[in-house]
């Protein structure tokens, strides 16, 4: 069973950044994909970024160039550095997990493991 807990979620004006950390009390060996999604008020949850096994990362068109998804695998934590946030950025922010051998990592529907959320606030 992997166990995620994420962190650095907070309050911010637009503009500016806030970095997330996920960490993986159990990490799973072999081909995997972790990954942030969010979910806003009234919305359905949407993929931001994600990072296979690999080191190959993809973004949502909608925070592509402004947020940074990265692993440190020596802690078992992956990271989401987030510049420029907007108001359109605020809502709950989850790390996901799933062992994955396909070339693309999968959809939110696919992962096995998240974790129990984060708040992002942006104010304007």
């Known amino acids: 069973q992997v166990t995620l807990v994420e962190s650095g979620g907070g309050s911010v004006q637009a503009g500016g950044s806030l970095r997330l950390s996920c960490v993986a009390v159990?990490?799973?060996?072999?081909?995997?994909?972790m990954g942030w999604f969010r979910q806003a008020p009234g919305k359905e949850r949407e993929g931001v970024a994600d990072?296979?096994?690999?080191?190959?990362?993809t973004y949502a068109d909608s925070v592509n160039g402004r947020f940074t998804i990265s692993k440190d695998n020596a802690k078992n934590i992956l990271y989401l550095q987030m510049n420029s946030l907007t108001p359109e950025d605020t809502g709950m922010y989850y790390c996901?997990?799933?062992?994955?051998?396909?070339?693309?990592?999968?959809?939110?529907?696919?992962?096995?493991?998240w974790g129990q959320g984060t708040q992002v606030t942006v104010s304007s």
């Open positions: 159990r990490y799973i060996a072999g081909s995997y994909c």
């Open positions: 996901a997990a799933v062992g994955w051998l396909g070339s693309d990592c999968p959809p939110g529907s696919d992962y096995k493991y």
């Open positions: 990072v296979d096994s690999d080191g190959l990362t």
